[in-house]
């Protein structure tokens, strides 16, 4: 019988558990291992890495960024629960929430490819720069790529693909003007619920 979504999942989450690949085995308090339904999930939203809150809870984006992630999601009708899987580019907190370092990206890719095959979504939601540069080489800045579908290949599959800004970047941007980034944060969700509902 195939194994379900859910224990193959359950697999890759006792690796994590166990994991001493990196530094950053030794300081967490939790892995953070995902958040969201994986038998529903339409799309995978990747983030940078958990923080505080996150590490303390084990849950990803939790937090005041989690908190304005909820808003905007919810604004264009995204569903946290039914629709998203989130992830992170590392599953444990850098100390002082510094960017993760190449290699512990490179440590914890495995877990997070592996992730998103048994999703198998309709589309990867790159949120903020570490997570489109983990997966696609490019001097680009995020103000210009944001919004393209992008196409990307994890483990052998293709898979559609999207940039938007990470929410710690918009809650230092107050603007909900035309053209600013609160609202071309929208914009771009909205674009991701219609290929979520297609
Ligand atoms: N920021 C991220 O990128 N991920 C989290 O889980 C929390 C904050």
């Known amino acids: 019988m195939e194994k379900t979504k859910i224990s193959q999942l359950n697999e890759i989450r006792e690796e994590c558990l166990n994991c001493q690949k990196c530094e950053l085995g030794k300081t967490r308090t939790n892995i953070v291992f995902s958040d969201g339904n994986p038998e529903t999930a339409k799309a995978v939203l990747i983030g940078e890495a958990p923080g505080e809150n996150e590490d303390l809870t084990g849950t990803p984006f939790v937090g005041r960024a989690g908190k304005l992630l909820n808003e905007f999601l919810e604004k ?115 674009k991701i619920k219609e290929i979520i509902n297609s």
């Open 76 to 190: 264009a009708g995204i569903s946290r629960e039914k629709d998203l899987y989130i992830i992170n580019t590392v599953k444990c907190r850098p100390p002082k929430n510094r960017v993760p370092e190449k290699d512990e990206k490179k440590q914890c890719e495995s877990y997070l490819l592996k992730q998103i095959n048994i999703i198998n979504p309709k589309i990867i939601i790159f949120c903020g720069a570490t997570a489109l540069k983990s997966f696609v080489d490019t001097k680009t800045p995020i103000s210009k790529i944001r919004g393209e579908l992008l196409d990307i290949e994890v483990l052998g599959r293709k898979y559609n693909a999207i940039t938007v800004f990470h929410p710690s970047f918009l809650l230092r941007k107050h603007s909900t003007e035309p053209g600013e980034p609160r609202d071309l944060m929208l914009k771009d969700l909205k």
